[in-house]
Every structure is written in C-alpha cells, then in structure tokens.
C-alpha cells in the first residue's frame, strides 16, 4: 500500500512581521519599518444602513508613493453595534493592513498597523507544490538516495 507523501513547508513570516499602534492627527505621518503613513484627512459617511467616519492614508515605501487606504470605523443602525473595516493592500509581496480605532479628541485617532512581508509567496508556493505534485516530482527520500 503506498504511504501518503506529506509536505512541510516553513514560514518565518510570523518573525518578519512588522506591527504597531500609533496615535495620528489628520495631517500627520507616522513611520513602521520602511513604511511612511499619512494620515491626509477624516470624514463623516452615510452607508445604506450605518453611519461612520473614512480615514484617507496615504503609503509611501522609502519615499516613493505606493498606494492609499481608506480603513472606515462603521455604526449599524439596526444592531447599534460598531465595526471596523481595514484598509488592505499589497506591495511586493507584502500585505499592508491599516485599522481606524477610536477618535480620541483632540483630532488625534489610534491607529493600528501592519506590514507582513511574504504573504502573498504563501500561495505561490501552494501553487508550486500542486504543481510538482501534478508532475510526480521526487519525494524527499529519493532526493536523499540520489544525493548519496
């Protein structure tokens, strides 16, 4: 009967992460890693059945602009229950995720963000696996015969 093939694939993405907790104005830049946030301006939103505010942040990679986010900070009506829509984009490989907290006063608002390198290799690599599964690649204890 043959044996079931598994294969292992490590991340050291959990270590590369890059995440923090700021406390912005409109107007203001913060900086995680490489990465430059500006917090360029808030606004009320009415939604179908909500009510709340859009942040608007621009993204910049050692000083070149990369894209902007609009994370939203949401009031349904009907549950009267707050929820936070994340501004989420890649570069690189990277996924940049940004989170509207709470208005703290004084035009200052927390602000949660996160760089994840490699994130989007995860599903590369799924698809190479399917692949070399597809073409009955080498086990590893042929490779480790062969190598002998």
Known sequence: ?????????????????????????????????????????????????????????????????????????????????GMTEAGIGSYWGSNIFLALGDDLGAGKWSVRLQVRPLVNYVWLMAFVMAWCRSQNAPTVKKLVKYAR
């Not at 995440?19 to 203001?28: F, K």
């Not at 990465?35 to 301006?41: N, V």
């Not at 505010?53 to 949401?74: A, D, M, Q």
């Open 1 to 81: 009967m043959p044996r079931p093939r598994v294969i292992v694939v490590g991340s050291i993405n959990t270590d590369l992460v890059v995440a923090g907790e700021r406390l912005p104005r409109p107007g203001e830049t913060v900086t995680l890693g490489n990465y430059a946030f500006r917090f360029d301006k808030i606004e009320n939103i009415e939604g179908p059945n909500y009510d709340g505010v859009r942040g608007y942040f621009s993204v910049t990679h050692e000083g070149k602009p990369i894209l902007n986010l609009e994370p939203e900070k949401r009031l349904y009506w009907v549950q009267r229950q």
